[in-house]
């Protein structure tokens, strides 16, 4: 009898040690688990604020010249930029200057020519800038100045291509993947790094004005307009919603900052001198209201810094930004 019971024990105690041991074994798995979780970094996207799990330092910047002139329409890859510089070029007609980094555009364009002025912007971020061609003046800067990351079409041809849809010169194209590749060959070595600063409450001051709707008017040729609804401003251009020929949906963003600044139109009557080392005002508009700030910037290599009527430094709602650079005597309307 006795024998029998030992035998009906030992599988028991067996199978008991087994559960014991499985059961030890989870417990560090288990609290390794919750450490993990504890643990995991959230980093923050330079140019837009945006938090994320993955290193933003494991992506390349650069930045794109694209058209704006009423044949250009609708452009391609707009709404993949971070932050998008929207100035005049010659006989008033717009031009934008796109920062990529937190997303990529299978396609970017029309690509077209720079200007002194948007070399400026490609030096305050120390950011390659793709283009095809330039002035004499921006292209002379960019012969003497070593430090500018030209990526011009005309003697980086295999990263653009035409599009037999378009005419030219409407028809340059490139993209990301373009892009990244020419940076690659070249070998530029880049850091991710932007003076703007970011955060969820400053435009939900109930004492700020509010703002649904603005215009603003750069000259007699171009209007753009930005109508506020579900937290993003729609932009419109010469009476039409803005839209990204990638997607078919409308351009949108989460800041506006308007930076006013002398342009003044050189000896040729053509092209223009756009002062952005300086000081001067401007307009910051986030979550429907809107701000009046003061915006500075004191060498080419600068930042551009945005400061409230007190003299405190300014922070954006995190999202994408468009930044229109206009003349002082601008009509702004909100």
């Known amino acids: ?41 959230i980093y923050n996207y330079p140019f837009t604020g945006i938090e994320s799990k993955e290193n933003p330092e494991a992506k390349t910047p650069y930045m794109a010249v694209v058209e704006n002139s009423k ?11 971070d932050i998008i510089y929207e100035t005049s070029a010659e006989g008033g ?22 200007r002194p002025y948007f070399l400026t ?5 120390s950011l390659p800038i793709a283009h095809c061609g330039g002035s004499k003046e921006a292209l002379n800067e960019v012969k003497e100045d070593t430090a500018i990351m030209s990526l011009n079409e005309m003697y980086n041809g295999k990263y653009y291509y035409r ?6 010169p409407h028809n340059l194209y490139t993209s990301s993947t373009k892009i990244l590749k020419a940076i690659e060959d070249k070998k530029y070595n880049l850091k991710a790094e ?25 000259n007699n040729v171009y209007k753009t307009s930005y109508t506020f609804k579900d937290g993003v401003y729609t932009k419109h251009m010469d009476g039409e919603i803005a839209v990204d020929a990638l997607t078919n949906k409308p ?27 300086n000081t001067g005002d401007g307009l910051l508009f986030s979550n429907g209201k809107v701000m009046e700030i003061k915006w500075n910037k004191d060498s080419e290599f600068g930042d551009t810094r945005l400061y409230d009527l007190e003299g405190n430094d300014v922070s954006l709602t995190p ?16």
């Not at 912007?121 to 971020?125: H, N, Q, T, V």
């Not at 506006?256 to 223009?272: C, R």
């Open 71 to 81: 044949a250009s329409r609708p452009q391609s890859g707009l709404s993949f930029a």
């Open 1 to 41: 009898m006795k024998k029998k019971l030992l035998l009906y024990l030992i599988p028991i105690f067996m199978i008991s040690s087994l559960v014991s041991c499985n059961s030890n074994k989870s417990i560090p798995t288990s609290q390794n688990n919750i450490e993990n979780i504890k643990t995991e970094k």
């Open 163 to 168: 599009d037999d849809e378009r005419k030219a």
């Open 319 to 334: 999202g994408n930004t468009i930044w229109n650079i206009v003349n002082s005597d601008s009509k702004i309307t909100y």
């Open 121 to 125: 912007i490609s030096k305050e971020y």
């Open 251 to 277: 351009l949108t963003f989460t800041n506006i900052v308007i930076q006013k600044t002398d342009i003044t139109l050189q000896a040729d009557n053509s092209h223009l001198d756009i002062d952005l080392v």
């Open 194 to 218: 932007s003076p703007l600063k970011f955060d969820k409450e400053t435009f939900k001051n109930e004492a700020l004005k509010s703002s649904n709707n603005i215009i603003v008017e750069p």
């Open 93 to 114: 007609i717009p031009r934008f200057i796109a920062i990529y980094h937190s997303n990529n555009a299978k396609k970017i364009g029309p690509i077209r020519s720079i």
